[in-house]
T-cell receptor
Framework: QQPVQSPQAVILREGEDAVINCSSS?????VHWYRQKHGEAPVFLMI?????EQKGHEKISASFNEKKQQSSLYLTASQLSYSGTYFC????????????FGTGTSLTVIP | DSGVTQTPKHLITATGQRVTLRCSPR?????VYWYQQSLDQGLQFLIQ???????AKGNILERFSAQQFPDLHSELNLSSLELGDSALYFC?????????????FGQGTRLTVV
């Protein structure tokens, strides 16, 4: 039931781009994206509610492919502050209101 | 500051003991989620309450229980504690009963079982 994220870890230099993928084995109603710094609480980035929906937040955007049961998070021109672990969270009509977070992607941005 | 308050921040206790973790949701949020995060692991969904009623259950052990009170604060009770229960426990709140609105996380309670 837990969504699978890829890659597990990525190291970027400042200014480089990255894509983080989130795949579920179940039909999805919504996809959330969060970033967590070590030892801190996850912080909400964005939510996608409809298949095909895309959202942007400064240089971070995401897409949601309902048919493929997938979402992708795009980070462009990465900054040092983007470092952290990114989690997708998914809600599925097949699992009631259970809300599962993905396996996580560790992103490290270096100067 | 997310507006979600968790107490205590840290808790050290012995195996076999029982503890209670407390969560006050953001003002106006009726939904509370509990998650467990073991060292360098992901967030495991435990349970969700909405307006006092249990709404969804995840991978919660029988030794664990939770409730949401009329003032909407929630408590997670962990009993017969084992070393493996050591983890960060987060609660999150959201406005809706489903998964269509963002969740705001508290700073977590770090539980250490010795």
């Amino acid at each position: 039931q837990q969504p699978v994220q890829s890659p597990q870890a990525v190291i970027l230099r400042e200014g480089e781009d990255a894509v983080i993928n989130c795949s579920s084995s179940k039909a999805l109603y919504s996809v959330h994206w969060y970033r967590q710094k070590h030892g801190e609480a996850p912080v909400f980035l964005m939510i996608l509610l409809k298949g095909g929906e895309q959202k942007g937040h400064e240089k971070i955007s995401a897409s949601f492919n309902e048919k493929k049961q997938q979402s992708s998070l795009y980070l462009t021109a990465s900054q040092l502050s983007y470092s952290g672990t990114y989690f997708c969270g998914t809600g599925s009509p097949n699992t009631g209101n259970q809300f599962y977070f993905g396996t996580g992607t560790s992103l490290t941005v270096i100067p | 500051d997310s507006g979600v308050t968790q107490t205590p921040k840290h808790l050290i206790t012995a195996t076999g003991q029982r503890v209670t973790l407390r969560c006050s949701p953001r003002s106006g949020d009726l939904s509370v989620y509990w998650y467990q995060q073991s060292l360098d692991q992901g967030l495991q969904f435990l349970i969700q309450y909405y307006n006092g009623e249990e709404r969804a259950k995840g991978n919660i052990l029988e030794r664990f229980s939770a409730q949401q009170f009329p003032d909407l604060h929630s408590e997670l009770n962990l009993s017969s504690l084992e070393l493996g229960d050591s983890a960060l426990y987060f609660c999150a709140s959201s406005a809706s009963p489903g998964t269509g609105s963002e969740a705001f996380f508290g700073q977590g309670t770090r539980l250490t079982v010795v």
